[in-house]
């Protein structure tokens, strides 16, 4: 398989990006992803020419797809570091309570986020402090949950991904890269358990089934029977 081709087409007042990966295979497929991305999978000899043609033919469709698909995007909801503000870690709501003090650190104590700084008067400064705890977090939190979710597969060292990146994403909450590389949104923290599994067994599944397909969608039902429930569970949680 050669490296991906990152093109776009023009359509209407638009713009459609897309991604072409060919295989060996024979026909041209069209898929737009859940991150709202185009992804043609297209035969080694096939002429640019004629893979745009096709997905012109079908822009339309997929600017249909991509419209249903931005509505489940993770939507940043526009929360304040400041005191009695509420913030989300693991589905549950704390609130923001700013503490002078000489030390700075960040502790969940009987519902509340306690921020410890010598500048309690500055919320940019709240903010530095509560975002690298997050990003701590995921990383602890993440690794323990990708173990416990591996277990849910028959060939758990078969789907270990080769490494973990924690970012702040704007459009989706997890990818596997072709190399096994897990890179999950560091705003995943503040969901629920159950749909952080979701997320990272959905992610796992790609492993070997990159595209979302019948194969993948079977494999996925197999090892995690209620995923629709848990996905629906995130994307309320996080709306």
């Keep these: 398989m050669t490296q991906p081709e990152h093109l776009s087409l023009m359509y209407g007042e638009g713009r459609i990006d897309y991604q072409v990966i060919r295989r060996a295979r024979k026909t041209l497929e069209i898929a737009v992803e859940p991150d709202a991305s185009v992804v043609i999978a297209a035969p080694e000899d096939a002429s640019l020419e004629a893979i745009e043609a096709k ?3 079908r822009a339309a469709w997929v600017t249909r797809q991509q419209r249903f698909f931005a ?6 909801p526009p929360r304040e570091f400041v005191p009695g503000e509420t913030h989300l870690y693991l589905g549950r709501q704390y609130r923001l309570k700013v503490v002078p003090h000489v030390r700075q650190t960040v502790k969940l104590i009987r519902g509340y986020f306690v921020v410890q700084t010598h500048r309690p008067l500055s919320p940019d400064v709240t903010q530095e402090l509560v975002e ?3 990003r701590e977090r995921a990383h602890v939190k993440f690794a323990e949950r990708i173990e416990i979710n591996l277990k849910r597969f028959a060939d758990p ?7 973990l990146i924690v970012r ?5 909450w997890g990818s596997m890269s072709p190399g096994a590389r897990l890179m999950l949104n560091r705003r995943l923290i503040e969901a629920p358990i159950d749909a952080i599994d979701y997320v990272i067994t ?6 070997t089934e990159p595209h979302h397909g019948a194969a993948f969608y079977d494999l996925l039902e197999r090892v995690m029977p209620d995923w ?12």
């Design 55 to 57: 997905l012109r033919k």
């Design 71 to 76: 509505q489940f995007l993770p939507r940043v």
């Design 132 to 134: 690298a705890w997050y």
């Design 157 to 163: 060292e078969r789907r270990r991904p080769k490494g």
């Design 168 to 172: 702040q994403l704007k459009q989706r």
């Design 202 to 207: 959905h992610e796992l599944c790609h492993i």
């Design 228 to 239: 629709e429930r848990r996905k629906l569970r995130l994307e309320r949680t996080m709306a």
